[in-house]
């Protein structure tokens, strides 16, 4: 459920630290009337088939990217947006738009909403921490009500929400700012610069962004932007700490499954462009058959070996190259190779651990 915080508890906005990275999506890259890459689109509940809901870019009129949050219709320029531009009052829900390219744990997400029409229902605004089109908080801008709203769907079904009381003015056809700051299990509602509220909720630490619509809405998000920390699985810091332990190792890579009938792959590497890489026949094999790969070179050798859980059941694999010494022996790698097989085990329980 979602908790408000008490304010005295909060002074000041969270910040995301040093190491944070910015991520602006450029909706100028994309040709007008198509939907952007890594963007998919949903609709929750009954759509109208005859004339369903359409997410595109479009041209129009926006604030600059540099403007206060509350600079409204002020200094406005041609540009591109990204539009939910069917008008249909058949349907029956919400028109979602998530960014498939990644998820987000502690962030940062904000973008500009106009309201461009509704018969029935003028409500839009921004998704978050979502799991998919199904499971998401949405922070709205209501502007026949005049009200913000933030809400928890699970399962299809809203399980909480909250709304602002009191004398707000939120006019349609005018450029808004939405922005949420989400740190573990607490996050900051903002309208236009102003904190809204501050919420905690203790379900997923992580998730999707993206845009919502609801029923016959019509609106356009101009500059969206996340801030964030870019999360390090376990696999990732395994790298980073057999490099610094053992100055021998030229190169090396954690290969693991993210479910079971997922393909083998690279999910830890000192050669980031590795990352991802589906895993050759030779590496699959020795996962299977729990015997260790072998390969030597003039000055190198590499050995694969299998990982095991704290079960003893082999769940992934890591290929170690080292430089070798003179009369070096198979044996002799493989039993230079097994302290880094511990120390990756010493620091799981099962493959699931090396994601997070």
């Known amino acids: 459920m979602i908790r408000l915080a008490l304010a005295f508890l909060i002074t000041a906005a969270w910040p995301l630290g040093p190491a944070a990275e910015e991520l602006k999506f450029d909706f100028s890259q994309t040709k007008v009337g198509k939907r952007p890459d890594k963007f998919s689109a949903t609709f929750l509940g009954k759509d109208d088939l005859s004339s369903p809901a359409k997410w595109q870019v479009t041209e129009t009129r926006t604030p600059s990217s540099l403007a206060k949050e509350n600079s409204g219709n002020n200094n406005l320029a041609n540009s591109q947006a990204l539009s939910q531009s069917s008008s249909s009052s058949f349907r029956k829900g919400a028109a979602i738009c998530l960014y498939e390219g990644e998820e987000y744990g502690d962030f940062t997400f904000s973008t500009r909403l106009r309201i461009d029409s509704g018969a029935f229902k003028q409500m839009a605004g921004i998704v978050f921490r979502a799991k998919d089109a199904k499971n998401f908080f949405a922070l709205t801008i209501d502007t026949i009500d005049n009200k913000l709203t933030l809400t928890k769907v699970v399962d299809e079904k809203e399980t909480s929400s909250w709304n602002t009381i009191g004398d707000l003015t939120i006019p349609k056809n ?74 021998r190792i030229e190169d090396v890579q954690i290969f693991a499954r993210a479910n079971p009938d997922a393909p083998l792959k ?20 020795v996962l299977e058959t729990t015997q260790f790969g072998y390969a030597k070179e003039k000055k190198t050798v590499t050995v694969t070996a299998p990982v095991r859980d704290r079960n003893g059941e082999p769940v992934a694999a890591v290929k170690v190259k080292m430089r070798r010494f003179r009369g070096q022996t198979q044996k002799a790698s493989i039993v230079r190779t097994m302290p880094v097989v511990k120390h990756i085990e010493s620091r799981m329980r099962d493959a699931k651990d090396l994601f997070n």
Not at 229 to 247: F, P, Y
Request: aromatic share 8%; hydrophobic share 35%.
């Open 174 to 247: 005018e450029w808004h700012t939405l922005r949420v700051v989400c740190k573990a299990d607490r996050f900051e509602c903002y309208h236009n610069g102003i904190r809204i509220n501050t919420f905690s909720d203790r379900g997923r630490r992580a998730g999707k962004v993206g845009f919502i619509t609801f029923l016959d809405t019509t609106a356009s998000f101009a500059h969206p932007k996340v801030i964030h920390k870019r999360k390090i699985i376990l696999a990732q810091q395994l790298i980073e700490s057999i490099k610094t332990q053992w100055e």
């Open 266 to 285: 690279v999910v830890g590497s000192m050669d980031s462009a590795k990352l991802g890489q589906t895993a050759s026949k030779v590496t699959e094999g």
